[in-house]
């Protein structure tokens, strides 16, 4: 497996990285804990070294099974996990990046993990309450005392970026980008190659829709997030399908599946960028980590391009209580 570097700060990760949030969380029903830690080791074998959790999923379950599936090869993998939003009863009401609270959970993370370190702990969604300049100070206190190695932030905007960057530097912005939303090209690309940051786009696959295994017909289970995403509803995936037609038809010539070539194409984007698609099925991970062994030419790239550039996505990616939490 290839490596990339996120940020300046010698944080080196495998290309492609796991999204474990579906391992428990939000795509329907959890995976049972053995499965899973067979999954995550699976994983390690097969040459990924950056895995992505937060405390948010589940809440807590997810940062348990990465921890105790990580532990034997804690010192070989890049741990990611989040903070930044309050619990009661098992549920969020509300973000919090306090200071007093981010060292609290970061405790917490910690003993979840099996850790003595988190290496990339990203704020999950900027809190308006709480100046970033105040949220920068609490993680750069937490990387002095060696709790943790470096500094995210995930769906911030621009200006949220500089100003946490100033205080303390950020290794990576963690946000959605893929063919099918590209939206982080017209501002946020050109602010992390300028500061020096890493991209970690989370659905990069457009949360499935990339892979060509969903059309308008399919369902989903009750407890899976799609089903309050405008861009899921059974219009809007039939009107998308005709980009996933045509990247079928591309990924065909290239002796590839969709959604390698989805891969491929963030992976050529940046040298800075490391995806990190999310699945729970083996055969899955193993097609998604041949996307790096894919070379696209540029050709291959414009006339991808072209094609994304003349389709429009119906539908939103977020519903808007969600939409809100976005680019602050």
């Known amino acids: 497996m ?5 940020g300046k700060g010698n944080l080196e990760v495998s290309a492609l990285g796991l999204g474990c949030m579906g391992l428990s969380f939000g795509l329907g029903p959890p995976v049972d804990k053995q499965t899973g830690i067979s999954f995550i080791r699976s994983a390690v074998e097969l040459g990924v070294t950056f895995f992505d959790t937060a405390e948010a999923y589940g809440p807590y379950a997810n940062e348990e099974l990465v921890g105790e599936a990580l532990a034997p090869v804690r010192d070989q993998v890049i741990i990611a996990t989040k903070f930044g939003f309050r619990f009661e009863g098992g549920k969020s009401v509300g973000l919090d990046s306090r200071p007093s609270h981010i060292r609290e959970v970061t405790d917490a993370s910690l003993k979840r993990l099996k850790t003595d370190r988190i290496d ?15 949220v920068a100070g609490a993680v750069k206190d937490l990387i002095g005392e060696g709790k943790v190695r470096h500094f995210g932030l995930s769906e911030a905007g621009v200006q949220t ?53 969903i059309d308008d017909k399919t369902t989903f289970d009750p407890n899976d997030f799609r089903n309050v995403v405008p861009r899921f509803t059974e219009e809007n995936r039939k009107a998308n399908l005709t980009f996933v037609d045509w990247l079928k038809t591309f990924a065909e010539r290239k002796r590839a599946t969709p959604a390698q070539i989805a891969l491929a194409w963030l992976l050529a984007q940046k040298p800075w960028i490391a995806p990190i698609p999310g699945t729970t099925k083996l055969h899955r991970l193993e097609e998604n980590l041949g996307a790096a062994r894919i070379m696209l030419t540029p050709d291959d790239l414009q006339e991808i391009h072209r094609a994304a550039s003349d389709i429009t996505v119906h539908g939103a990616r977020y519903p808007e209580h969600l939409q809100r939490m976005v680019g602050r």
């Open 120 to 134: 990339l702990l990203y704020q999950h969604r900027v809190d308006l309450e709480v100046p970033i300049e105040d």
């Open 161 to 213: 970026i500089r100003r946490a960057h100033a205080v303390q530097p950020v290794a990576a912005l963690q946000s959605e980008y893929s063919l099918w939303f590209r939206e982080p090209e017209r501002e946020v690309l050109p602010t992390l190659e300028e500061l020096g940051i890493g991209l970690v786009p989370f659905s990069p696959l457009g949360k499935g829709f990339l892979t060509g295994k």
């Open 2 to 6: 290839q490596t990339r570097k996120l």
